[in-house]
């Protein structure tokens, strides 16, 4: 059974680039969950998703940040225009059951660099 | 709202020791649950261990087992006769029926050769 994968693994961009990263989830999982993780702040949930629904989105820290989940195997988080202070690892996870009461199976993690 | 604390940033052991990693939580929800999970120098982070409000049996699984005290609001965790391999980051989380799930700021384990 193949996990979360996330895509690209790396990316490097320049300050006021567009970026989007890649989640899919996995197959059979309701719920679908945007980390991201810096050595300041830890791991902050951005946004997740039930059934395609975005659920809460309290976490993203502003404007420049989207996430959509067009379907129950894709998911998209972009940054537009990117800043310096966006560079960390994003996480993407699902889980199934109702939610809160199940593990959070993660993929292995976009980390973004904003030069 | 909910926190999570690990007071523990890094703990260093030699090989063969015993160590256990805290968290202490805090939640005015009565049904929650709470999650280890491993992060090891690869990056990934990996499901450990689940365990609801209701339940406070400890378990044991191999070297690992974990201590849950719901009036002292603790859910720790302890390995026994560490190993290299256990180097990791191990972050304590707490699962409300809002969904959300909090997590603390992780605690680095080191274990030297």
């Known amino acids: 059974d193949a996990g979360v994968i996330q895509s690209p693994r790396h990316e490097v961009t320049e300050m006021g680039q567009e970026v989007t990263l890649r989640c899919k989830p996995i197959s059979g999982h309701d719920y679908l969950f945007w980390y991201r993780q810096t050595m300041m702040r830890g791991l902050e949930l951005l946004i997740y998703f039930n059934n395609n629904v975005p659920i809460d989105d309290s976490g993203m820290p502003e404007d420049r940040f989207s996430a959509k989940m067009p379907n129950a195997s894709f998911s998209t988080l972009k940054i537009q225009p990117s800043e310096p202070r966006d560079s960390a690892v994003y996480f993407c996870?699902?889980?199934?059951?109702?939610?809160?009461?199940?593990?959070?199976?993660f993929g292995n993690g976009t980390r973004l660099t904003v030069t | 709202a909910q926190k999570v604390t690990q007071a523990q940033t890094e703990i260093s052991v030699v090989e063969k020791e015993d160590v256990t990693l805290d968290c202490v939580y805090e939640t005015r929800d009565t049904t929650y649950y709470l999650f280890w999970y491993k992060q090891p120098p690869s990056g990934e982070l990996v499901f450990l261990i689940r365990r609801n409000s209701f339940d406070e049996q400890n378990e044991i699984s191999g070297r690992y087992s974990w201590n849950f005290q719901k009036s002292t609001s603790s859910f720790n965790f302890t390995i026994t006769a560490s190993q290299v391999v256990d180097s990791a980051v191990y972050f304590c989380a707490l699962s409300s029926y809002a969904g959300k799930s909090t997590f603390g700021d992780g605690t680095t384990l080191t274990v030297k050769p």
């Open positions: 996870a699902s889980s199934s059951g109702t939610g809160y009461n199940s593990p959070l199976h």
